[in-house]
C-alpha cells in the first residue's frame, strides 16, 4: 500500500470514532438503544476506501476501541464491548465495511448503474445488511430472546440506517469526485 492509501485509512478509521461523539438519538420503542452517526463511517469506509482498504480502516477503529479507547457512543471502549448484546453490531462493522466496498468495486466497474446508486446499492446491503446478519444472532443470543424477536427489536432501526446509507452515498460520491480531480496531473 502506498501512503496515501494508509493516510487514507487511518483518516477514515478517526472519523468513524469521531462519529461516536456525536450525541446519540433515542427512541422510547428502541429499549434504550442509541441511533449513533457510527454505521455512517462504516459504510463511507467501503464507499471511499474500498473492500480492502474499508476493511482495513474498520479493523483499525475497532481494536482502537477493544484497546480500551472510548470511541463508542457513551464513551464506550475495551474489551467490555465484546459481552454486551451490540457486540455483534460492532464486530460486523469490519465485513460490513468490506462487502460495501466489494459491491462499489463491482458495480461501480461495470458501470451499469449511475455512481449515487452504485453507493447507495452497496451502502444498503454492507452497511446495513451484513452488519445486521452480524449483529442480530449475537443480540438474540446475549440478550436471550428469539431471533425473531431480535430481527423485529432491529427493524426499528433501519429507517434512520436507510438515511444514513444515502447520506454516506452523497458524501462518498462528491469526494471521490474531488480525489480524482485532486489527483490528476496538471499540465
Do not use: H
Not at 26 to 52: C, E, K, N
Not at 147 to 175: E, H, N, Q, R, W
Amino acid at each position: 500500500m502506498d501512503t496515501r492509501t494508509l493516510v487514507r485509512i487511518a483518516l477514515v478509521a478517526a472519523l468513524i470514532g469521531a462519529l461516536g461523539f456525536v450525541p446519540p438519538l433515542y427512541l422510547p420503542i428502541a429499549a434504550g438503544v442509541p441511533i449513533t452517526a457510527q454505521s455512517l463511517g462504516v459504510m463511507l469506509a467501503g464507499l471511499l476506501l474500498g473492500a480492502r482498504g474499508g476493511a482495513a480502516a474498520t479493523a483499525l477503529f475497532c481494536f482502537v476501541v477493544l484497546l480500551g479507547a472510548p470511541l463508542l457512543s457513551g464513551g464506550r471502549g475495551g474489551l467490555g464491548i465484546l459481552g454486551t448484546p451490540t457486540a455483534g453490531f460492532f464486530l460486523g462493522f469490519i465485513a460490513g465495511a468490506y462487502v460495501t466496498g466489494l459491491i462499489a468495486e463491482r458495480l461501480g466497474a461495470r458501470g451499469s448503474l449511475p455512481a449515487f446508486l452504485t453507493a447507495v446499492v452497496a451502502a444498503v446491503v454492507g452497511g446495513i445488511g451484513v452488519v445486521y446478519l452480524f449483529g442480530v444472532p449475537v443480540l438474540a443470543l446475549a440478550a436471550g430472546i428469539g431471533l425473531p424477536k431480535a430481527l423485529l427489536g432491529s427493524a426499528v432501526f433501519l429507517p434512520g440506517d436507510v438515511i444514513k446509507a444515502v447520506g454516506a452515498a452523497l458524501l462518498a460520491t462528491t469526494v471521490l469526485r474531488s480525489w480524482s480531480v485532486a489527483v490528476q496531473p496538471r499540465p
